[in-house]
């Protein structure tokens, strides 16, 4: 097993959720970022904003529990604020930078990126797990040592490929810089992982990229693009333009569903986890905190993990959750997976992000 549970300080990287664009509404009421700060309503009520990832079913879960929560709490009105993180999160540190004790939002969903980011910014407060009865059980791999925020999902990074256009299933990262796929292979914009898992594989690791930027400095022609959107990803991924890449177990699987020919595989090597966290913004008063910490406990039920899980396609982090039943064959959803994950410092990606993204830029992209 590779777990992470020797981390002290874990946070996680991936790509931002959702689309660009402002989109605010929801069943549960309507936001604008000069009005989502925390405030009490006309009648009393205790009014909290949550953030929920913005495209596909990803707002349901959101949703549903909010009003099912506000039926049974009467005292506390939940909004919702529906955006990409990577667009969310600038108005958040905005906002913070305007009037710290008035957060954009109070609380919600934040993917890797986010987290790790958020942690730096010292834009989310610590939770106290002990007054959650659901925390414990959560993967421990995704209760972190700062208590900064807790897992509720868990995508992953593995193969993706083209059923119709590859013969021979790809098994292993090298698969990806096999000559067998010269010229066949897909990334999305910047692929850390790819040339993580170039290193980790000759000798290297996060602390040491070397082997990786060799690797693909040298092996760049095994890529035919790099694509901007999903839907062009979709695209060439389908048609077989480009029949191989390495991207979400929970995109994959979607794309999947919807009748494209493709087929996900977890890596002989162990899949790289991506967690969706549960956070909570700092600059609240004590009785904000409080009703958010409620909140976040029964959204780690195994019932709403489920639910998550469901509709976001990912693994769910309460280890007592039952993974849906359309979900519950697939090899990327089995224990075997979720044990196998690869053990990955976050904070490590986050502080070299920036600078790896330029070295693909000059190093591989310009050669593609």
Same mark, same amino acid.
Request: proline letters at 5%; one cysteine or more.
């Given at each position: 097993?590779?777990?992470?549970?020797?981390?002290?300080? &874990?946070?996680?990287?991936?790509?931002?959720?959702?689309?660009?664009?402002?989109?605010?509404?929801t069943?549960c009421?309507?936001?604008?970022?000069?009005?989502?700060?925390?405030?009490?309503?006309?009648?009393?009520?205790?009014?909290?904003t949550?953030?929920?990832?913005?495209?596909?079913?990803?707002?349901?879960?959101?949703?549903? @529990?909010?009003?099912?929560?506000?039926?049974?709490?009467?005292?506390?009105?939940?909004?919702? +604020?529906?955006?990409?993180?990577?667009?969310?999160?600038?108005?958040?540190?905005?906002?913070?930078?305007?009037?710290?004790?008035?957060?954009?939002?109070?609380?919600?969903? *934040?993917?890797?990126?986010?987290?790790v980011?958020?942690?730096?910014?010292?834009? @989310?407060?610590?939770l106290?797990y002990?007054?959650?009865?659901?925390?414990?059980?959560?993967?421990?791999r995704?209760?972190?040592?700062?208590?900064?925020?807790?897992?509720?999902?868990?995508? #992953?990074?593995?193969?993706l490929?083209?059923?119709?256009?590859?013969?021979?299933?790809?098994?292993?990262?090298?698969?990806?810089?096999?000559?067998?796929h010269q010229?066949?292979?897909?990334f999305?914009? *910047?692929?850390?992982?790819?040339?993580?898992?170039a290193?980790?594989?000759n000798?290297?690791?996060?602390?040491?990229?070397e082997?990786?930027w060799e690797?693909?400095? &040298?092996?760049?022609?095994?890529?035919?693009?790099?694509?901007?959107?999903?839907?062009? +990803?979709?695209?060439?991924?389908?048609?077989?333009t480009? %029949?191989?890449?390495?991207?979400?177990a929970?995109?994959?699987?979607?794309?999947?569903?919807s009748?494209? %020919?493709?087929?996900y595989?977890?890596?002989?090597e162990?899949?790289? %986890?991506?967690?969706?966290?549960l #956070?909570?913004?700092?600059?609240?008063?004590q009785? #904000?905190?409080?009703?958010?910490?409620d909140?976040?406990?029964?959204?780690?039920?195994?019932k709403?993990?489920?639910r998550?899980?469901?509709?976001?396609?990912?693994? %769910?982090?309460?280890?007592?959750?039952?993974?849906?039943?359309?979900?519950a064959?697939?090899?990327?959803?089995?224990?075997?997976?979720?044990?196998? @994950?690869?053990?990955?410092?976050?904070?490590?990606?986050g &502080?070299?992000?920036?600078?790896?993204?330029? &070295?693909?830029?000059?190093?591989?992209?310009?050669?593609?």
């Amino acid at each position: 097993m590779t777990g992470m549970s020797d981390i002290s300080r &874990r946070r996680f990287l991936g790509t931002a959720a959702g689309a660009a664009g402002l989109a605010l509404a929801t069943a549960c009421g309507s936001v604008s970022p000069q009005s989502a700060a925390p405030s009490a309503s006309k009648g009393g009520k205790l009014t909290l904003t949550m953030f929920a990832f913005l495209g596909g079913d990803l707002g349901k879960m959101p949703k549903e @529990f909010a009003k099912e929560y506000m039926a049974s709490h009467k005292n506390v009105e939940l909004k919702i +604020y529906e955006q990409s993180n990577s667009v969310g999160y600038t108005k958040m540190l905005a906002q913070k930078k305007a009037a710290p004790d008035r957060p954009l939002v109070n609380f919600g969903f *934040f993917n890797a990126q986010t987290s790790v980011q958020g942690a730096d910014d010292k834009m @989310f407060t610590k939770l106290d797990y002990s007054a959650m009865s659901n925390a414990a059980d959560i993967d421990e791999r995704f209760r972190y040592d700062d208590g900064i925020g807790i897992g509720i999902g868990i995508d #992953q990074l593995g193969l993706l490929y083209n059923k119709q256009e590859i013969s021979q299933a790809p098994g292993s990262w090298a698969d990806l810089w096999n000559h067998a796929h010269q010229g066949k292979v897909a990334f999305f914009s *910047f692929p850390w992982y790819a040339v993580y898992m170039a290193a980790k594989l000759n000798g290297g690791g996060l602390e040491n990229m070397e082997p990786g930027w060799e690797l693909w400095k &040298r092996e760049a022609k095994q890529i035919r693009l790099l694509v901007e959107s999903n839907p062009q +990803y979709l695209n060439v991924l389908s048609n077989g333009t480009a %029949p191989l890449t390495a991207y979400f177990a929970g995109t994959g699987q979607q794309w999947i569903n919807s009748g494209a %020919p493709l087929t996900y595989v977890v890596p002989k090597e162990g899949a790289i %986890p991506l967690p969706v966290n549960l #956070q909570a913004v700092a600059g609240q008063s004590q009785s #904000q905190l409080e009703a958010i910490h409620d909140i976040i406990n029964e959204m780690l039920s195994p019932k709403w993990c489920a639910r998550w899980a469901e509709t976001s396609v990912e693994v %769910p982090a309460n280890t007592k959750a039952e993974l849906p039943e359309n979900l519950a064959g697939l090899p990327a959803f089995s224990k075997a997976t979720s044990d196998g @994950f690869q053990q990955i410092d976050y904070g490590i990606v986050g &502080r070299n992000n920036a600078e790896w993204q330029k &070295r693909w830029e000059t190093d591989v992209a310009s050669r593609i």
